[in-house]
């Protein structure tokens, strides 16, 4: 059974341009939360989605972040008009059922020019 | 809104060593989890409590859950060099979608 997987491992962009991570969950989890970390900082929720439906974004900067977890293919964070602070690493996890362990996959490295 | 501690953020100890650090929330929770994350790595999951006063081990790792599930600890008995990394415990409250609040972490360094 694959773990989570998150591509691309390492993502560089300028400024301005737009960034998209994908997140795979394991087979058989509708659940997926997406974290951001900062160097030397914890991780910090960003948005909880299921299949086709945004459960919770309360950790989503208001503007230019968005994120879909569409009946087929994996779930994306996209980030547009992206600024230096954008960088950080983005870790998904998934869960098969609301309240069980979070499997994390390996995370999107996103270095901002 | 919710917040977890973790103080300190860093500790170093000597390999043998025994080490414990603790995780305080500031409002009670349903579930606390612990994660190990290593250099350049992603966090792994280690532990869930679930249950006031719960203890768990893990070999060499003990967990607990405090009586008012507000506070947790994490014990390790005489450190080797394969410990280190970055230890997060995360907590979650009840009906918060299962939102996880995570503390900002301590990172373990094992003097060999």
């Known amino acids: 059974n694959a773990g989570v997987m998150q591509n691309p491992r390492h993502l560089v962009r300028r400024r301005g341009q737009e960034a998209r991570l994908r997140c795979s969950p394991m087979?058989?989890?509708?659940?997926v939360y997406w974290y951001r970390q900062l160097p030397e900082e914890g991780l910090k929720f960003m948005v909880y989605l299921q299949k086709e439906n945004i459960i919770d974004e309360s950790g989503m900067p208001k503007e230019r972040f968005s994120a879909e977890f569409p009946k087929e293919g994996p779930s994306i964070l996209r980030i547009q008009q992206v600024v230096r602070g954008d960088s950080a690493a983005y870790f998904c996890a998934s869960s098969p059922i609301p309240g069980e362990t979070q499997y994390f996959g390996p995370g999107t490295r996103l270095l901002v020019l | 809104g919710q917040q977890v501690m973790q103080i300190p953020q860093y500790q170093h100890v000597q390999e043998g060593e025994d080490f414990t650090t603790y995780c305080n929330s500031s409002t009670t929770l349903s579930n606390i989890q612990w994660y190990k994350q290593r250099p350049g790595g992603h966090p792994v999951f280690l532990i869930q409590l679930v249950k006031s006063g719960e203890v768990k081990k893990q070999k060499r790792l003990t967990f607990q859950f405090g009586e008012a599930k507000k506070n947790s600890s994490l014990h390790i008995t005489a450190t080797q060099t394969t410990d280190v990394g970055t230890y997060f415990c995360a907590g979650e409250v009840a009906g918060a979608n299962s939102k996880l609040t995570f503390g900002k972490g301590i990172t373990l360094s094992v003097r060999p």
């Open positions: 087979k058989g989890h509708s659940h």
